[in-house]
């Protein structure tokens, strides 16, 4: 797909339409397409003509704000306007190039609505998640936290992400209840990943759907149990602390258990 | 795919049934009038016609008004590509632009090799001219295939993508129908993207 993007205009002339072609697509269709493109392209397609205009508007949200040039108080600046310009709804949200200076502000946006992928770094550790995050809780099939403390309530609350294929964790302090709560509320979980948190020295995985398991790293041990994971393929700790250890009681599918030192996020 | 008795009277070409995937072949006509064979298990692929199929609409062939002979067969030819990997396909909402963190889209079944082998296969039939390209995009919302439709628009979104108003203006022939000030208001209202 990078090839297709770096061919000069020259090259695919022999290609090129006689006439518009593609403004003729119903809107639908362009709203998908836009909703593929990078933000920057995205947005301006709305000066592209009249019949564009209104597209990107309609489309739902794909902010990667790494895509976004110039350094932090422009890109913040440019998400800001963004998300008071798009009504909604959204489908990325990815924030973790970005020192967020208001989390609940953008959380809170309109534009957020029914996000589905969202990838959310806190700008200290000793700071909670917001509370907020759990208003993507229906529709979120992708999430990504990092760097800040989980939940830390004395109660949980109740977690329910009934879309939810695929979570990443980092730098995170989360108790071994909020886990487990957590795990329990994630009905469809493919895939789980764990790099370098801690607050829990012990996690049970129960889990009909559960297909990736990998941990890295962490301040003390940690002993996981593999309960019931009969889709389980693979299953991979690094960085191992001393004391962590593993108990295998019923992963009927495991094909790769084992350690890797590098490519850890490629899992 | 249990047999219901409306399925008995039906074609003879019927497969056994009790889990095991139907040989069954199912005609689809497109709009100029040409037949093509897909088995029933590519051809639900689309979730059009598999509802079709489902209600019993499928016996003597399904029409397919929309779509001319020439896309017909570049779906069906995707269909039968993946249908024999697909794992649920149109549960999975496959997002290509993911393609660093998506290790199995809809390819749940599949070895190394031979996802690579579907990969290269979507390139290829995706590298054809706009106009082609279009018709593919307008047949797969037709016939509810979403991978189809994914891929094909993921390669509009490629020819875009990165490029100047200008340039992409250029390469898909669009007119610039605004007056300078509606212009100049429309750069204006997100300045950031604009500096080009």
């Known amino acids: ?267 | 795919m249990a047999a219901t008795p409306a399925d008995a009277s039906s074609s003879s070409s019927e497969a056994v049934v009790g889990g095991e995937k139907s040989n069954k072949m199912i005609t689809l006509i497109s709009s100029d009038g040409e037949s093509f064979e897909a088995t029933e298990e590519a051809a639900k692929m689309s979730v059009t016609i598999k509802h079709m199929i489902e209600d019993g609409c499928a016996d003597d062939g399904i029409p397919l008004p929309n779509v001319p002979a020439k896309i017909l067969s570049m779906v069906i030819e995707y269909c039968n590509k993946h249908a024999a990997d697909a794992d649920d396909t149109n549960k999975h909402v496959a997002d290509p632009a993911d393609a660093d963190e998506d290790d199995d889209n809809n390819n749940n079944n599949a070895s190394a090799g031979e996802k690579e082998d579907l990969k290269s296969f979507d390139a290829s039939l995706v590298a054809v001219d706009q106009a082609t390209l279009f018709d593919i995009i307008l047949a797969a919302n037709f016939l509810s295939i979403k991978g189809l439709l994914d891929l094909a628009c993921q390669k509009v979104a490629d020819d875009i993508k990165d490029k100047s108003v200008e340039e992409v203006r250029e390469i898909f022939k669009i007119e610039n129908d605004f007056t300078k000030e509606e212009e100049e208001a429309v750069r204006k209202e997100n300045a950031w993207a604009f500096n080009e």
């Open chain 1, 1 to 267: 797909m990078a090839a297709a993007a770096a061919l000069p205009v020259a090259k695919t002339a022999p290609d090129l339409p006689e006439m518009d072609l593609i403004s003729s697509l119903p809107g639908e269709i362009l709203s998908i397409i836009i909703s593929l493109l990078p933000i920057g392209s995205a947005v301006r397609t709305t000066s592209l003509s009249r019949r564009w205009r209104p597209l990107w508007r309609s489309s739902p949200l794909n902010l990667d704000i790494s895509h976004i040039d110039g350094c932090g108080r422009d890109r913040a600046a440019a998400v800001s306007k963004i998300l008071s310009d798009h009504p909604g709804p959204a489908r990325r949200f990815l924030t973790a190039c970005l020192q967020i200076t208001d989390p609940d502000g953008w959380l809170g946006s309109p534009a957020l609505r029914d996000l589905q992928e969202i990838d959310f770094w806190l700008p200290r550790y000793e700071i909670p998640m917001p509370l907020s995050i759990l208003r993507f809780a229906a529709t979120l099939r992708v999430a990504r936290f990092g760097n800040c403390r989980f939940f830390e309530y004395d109660a949980p609350p109740s977690f329910n992400f009934p879309c939810l294929e695929k979570l990443t964790m980092r730098f995170i302090f989360v108790r071994e209840d909020t886990l487990h709560c957590l795990l329990d509320g994630c009905p469809v979980l493919e895939s789980l990943l764990l790099d370098r948190c801690h607050g829990f020295y012990y996690m049970v995985i129960n889990s009909l759907t559960l297909k990736r398991i990998g941990t890295n790293g962490g301040r003390h041990g940690c002993q996981l149990v593999i309960e019931n994971a009969p889709r389980l393929e693979k299953l991979i700790r690094t960085d191992l602390h001393p004391e962590s250890t593993i108990r295998l009681i019923k992963a009927p599918k495991l094909e790769i258990f084992g350690f890797m030192t590098d490519d850890f996020t490629k899992l």
